[in-house]
């Protein structure tokens, strides 16, 4: 695309936001805001909201954003990426960390930092991504920030303008402070140098939520609202449960009061959590989003909690899919990976949510976990079927059958988990146990196979466990632009 084309897709994609910030442009030192994607995915991550609220309410910053989708100019301003003081990498996926770098090549800013001066801006990298594992950015980012962004990001935005954004400086200041991971040279012993994340024991204040609004979204038009952060449950696979605690939630008041403040803009909110159905006061706001004649939706459900008021405030707002994530369909091995739930519970949370208007299902499964066998991976075809077989038992009442969407990943061993130091098995291994699995469920009608890339899922494992060397990855992916395959063949050879 043309600088004048993305300009005018710019334009075209501001026309239809509500929320939009601008502020005067080389008024004030400015954050880029970089999402390391492109811009459907951005709009619906409140990461993102987040640093744009935080910055440009400060009368002393202005934040300007940036996608992948669009070459590295910003949207309010149209100014270059090379232009702006600190770049913030908001970084929800490890496979993400390649469009950081690729954002910096585009924009003429060598990605790896032993190639900037003092006159580059100072480049930052947070998010769960690298919160689990900063290794694979060593060699690129300035600053690493590990946890909660509410204790972190103020702290380095007061030391720029303390510091009047002299870098040694900054990096001076924050180098071992709690939540900053400031890298030092190239003979650095890294890992010991780590420092704890930043945890928001008390989440006080208001939820974060969307600034912006936009149509052109995985969720349209929609506020998005934090409901809690961690996670209660300790499923042995997973990243979130064993490494972000404690589990807190924010408070019916603070919750609703976000949708009073938000009416003007929308009557549309999206709940976000990784375990939405363990806040203690979710029927309530649910049946206060009821009374209020607003349309909720979900990021997921767990099936074991599937109240009432859920599935009503669900089907009052036109949801006509119900996701959840049995994972497996055996119980037995289920319960081995600590995810307290039975598949008698997923059939009867389908069954109700079914009666009650939901049309279409969307099941998440994870294929590759230690322990897995062909008994395990035909125990998840059979919980599909008997899924299907009351789907289509519902449809036919109501005169339309709706569509299951199986939906695999593969498993990524996690820093910090039971699972942390179990293998991944080989790539042809992974492909054969999605075969396996999608040849169960091929003659099944009404079911959508949802395939995962084996190739994604080795080089996220390298990833999100590995040391320094994996910026190797990296770095062939950007240069020669490659796909992950290939990229992972050079790392191996
Ligand atoms: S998989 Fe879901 S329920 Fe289990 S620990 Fe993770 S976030 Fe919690």
């Not at 951005?42 to 070459?71: I, K, M, P």
């Not at 900054?170 to 010991?192: A, K």
């Not at 939906?407 to 054969?432: E, M, N, R």
């Amino acid at each position: 695309m043309t600088s004048y084309s993305q300009r005018s897709a710019i334009g075209r994609l501001l026309t239809k936001e509500r929320g939009t910030i601008y502020k005067v442009f080389g008024s004030l030192p400015s954050a880029a805001i970089c999402f390391p994607n492109i811009y459907r995915l951005g709009a619906s991550n409140l990461g993102l909201h987040f640093l744009y609220q935080t910055v440009n309410s400060r009368s002393d910053f202005l934040g300007e954003r940036f996608f992948c989708d669009f070459q590295p100019i910003s949207l309010e301003n149209c100014q270059p990426l090379n232009r702006f003081n600190i770049i913030l990498f908001p970084i929800p996926y490890e496979l993400d960390f390649a469009n950081c770098l690729e954002m910096l090549h585009c924009a003429g800013i060598p990605p790896l930092r032993k190639d900037r001066t003092e006159a580059h801006p100072i480049i930052c990298a947070g998010g769960v991504a690298v919160t689990m594992n900063p290794l694979p950015l060593y060699d690129f980012m300035d600053i690493m920030v590990l946890g909660d962004g509410e204790l972190t990001l103020p702290v380095l935005l007061d030391t720029f303008i303390g510091t009047k954004g002299k870098k040694q400086e900054i990096l001076q200041t924050l180098r071992g402070d709690t939540g900053f991971f400031v890298p030092g040279d190239e003979h650095d012993d890294e890992i010991s140098k780590i420092p704890r994340r930043a945890i928001y024991h008390d989440l006080i204040g208001p939820p974060i939520s969307s600034v912006f609004l936009t149509p052109e979204t995985e969720f349209p038009d929609t506020c998005l609202l934090e409901m809690t952060r961690g996670c209660p449950y300790n499923c042995a696979f997973c990243y979130i449960g064993h490494n972000q605690k404690p589990f807190r939630f924010h408070h019916f008041e603070s919750i609703t009061q976000v949708m009073k403040d938000k009416s003007s803009m929308t009557n549309r909110f999206g709940l976000i959590s990784s375990a939405v159905t363990a806040h203690p006061e979710l029927d309530k706001i649910c049946e206060y989003a009821m009374r209020e004649r607003l349309d909720i939706s979900f990021s997921s459900l767990r099936a074991d909690h599937l109240s009432d008021p859920v599935i009503g405030i669900l089907i009052q707002s036109g949801q006509r899919t119900l996701t959840l994530a049995p994972e497996t369909g055996s119980d037995e091995f289920r319960n081995a990976l600590a995810k307290s739930m039975t598949n008698d519970e997923i059939l009867d949370a389908v069954a109700r949510g079914l009666k009650a208007g939901i049309v279409n299902l969307k099941l998440y499964f994870i294929l590759g976990l230690p322990g897995e066998g062909a008994g395990e991976i035909e125990a998840s075809a059979e919980l599909v079927r008997k899924i299907q077989r009351i789907l289509v038992e519902e449809g036919r009442k109501r005169g339309h059958i709706g569509e299951i969407i199986v939906a695999v990943s593969f498993f990524v061993p996690k820093p910090g988990t039971p699972f942390a130091a179990k293998p991944q098995p080989g790539i042809s291994d992974l492909k054969k146990r999605q075969q396996r699995f999608h040849a169960s469920l091929r003659a099944l009608p009404h079911v959508r196979f949802q395939p995962a890339d084996p190739y994604e899922a080795a080089v996220q494992m390298r990833l999100s466990c590995g040391g320094r060397d994996t910026a190797k990855i990296l770095l062939n992916k950007i240069k020669g632009r490659l796909s992950w395959k290939t990229a992972l063949g050079l790392f191996k050879t």
